[in-house]
């Protein structure tokens, strides 16, 4: 079974740009959640999404925003970019068997992004 | 607020030693835990998940423990070997359909 998968895996923009990231999750999950990655602050949750809606979001800006397709992949979008959205975004995808989704993680190779 | 903190945040051991990682937690209400690796530069790879009802789960060379009441949760690896090196994340997950992690253990393994 292939695993979660990322494009495009590397990434650079300007400042005041837009970018959108994509995300594939395992065949059969429905459950994709969003994390960035900086050396200063970890790894942060951005969004989870399942079934086409959000049910949950960091505490991130309105500059970054999410959807969900009906056959369950994601995209990310950044809007208005900034030097410190610099990052390695990763994508994971879960059963989401209950309605908490306690469930496995899978995670994706990842985005880095590099704003300039 | 949930905190997850690991330590030692680095640690070089020489091929073949056994060895334990930490990791804390704030907030007992969890509903599990797991524990990942990355090499750098790449994704995560999920190595083991313990429920909050377990005490433990083993993957080859590889036992985690939980104790839930204490915040506490380890990661035993047996006899390292040089392609165990990364950095080793734990997260906790609390019911918000997100996990919290930990700023990591960086791991070397000297051959």
């Known amino acids: 079974k292939a695993g979660v998968t990322q494009t495009p895996r590397y990434l650079i923009k300007t400042r005041g740009q837009q970018v959108t990231l994509s995300c594939s999750p395992i065949?059969?999950?429905?459950?994709v959640s969003w994390y960035q990655q900086t050396p200063g602050q970890g790894l942060q949750f951005l969004f989870e999404?399942?079934?086409?809606?959000?049910?949950n979001k960091g505490n991130f800006p309105g500059r970054f925003s999410g959807r969900q397709f009906s056959n369950s992949r994601s995209e990310m979008n950044v809007s208005t970019l900034e030097l410190g959205d610099s990052a390695l975004y990763l994508c994971?995808?879960?059963?989401?068997?209950?309605?908490?989704?306690?469930?496995?993680?899978?995670f994706g190779p990842g985005t880095r992004l590099t704003v300039l | 607020k949930q905190e997850v903190t690991q330590i030692p945040a680095a640690l070089s051991v020489p091929e073949g030693e056994n060895l334990v990682l930490n990791c804390s937690f704030t907030?007992?209400?969890?509903?599990?835990l797991q524990w990942f690796r990355q090499d750098p530069g790449k994704g995560l790879t999920s190595l083991l998940l313990?429920?909050?009802?377990?005490r433990e789960q083993t993957s080859g060379r590889l036992n985690a423990s939980l104790d839930k009441s204490s915040g506490r949760s380890t990661l035993y690896i047996a006899a390292s070997q040089p392609g165990d090196s990364a950095t080793y994340l734990c997260?906790?997950?609390?019911?918000?359909?997100?996990?919290?992690f930990g700023s990591g253990t960086r791991l070397q393994v000297q051959p």
């Open positions: 994971a995808s879960s059963l989401a068997v209950g309605p908490i989704n306690t469930d496995t993680q899978y």
């Open positions: 065949s059969g999950h429905r459950s």
């Open positions: 999404y399942f079934s086409e809606t959000q049910r």
């Open positions: 907030d007992s209400a969890i509903y599990n």
């Open positions: 313990i429920q909050s009802s377990q």
């Open positions: 997260a906790v997950h609390t019911g918000r359909r997100a996990l919290t």
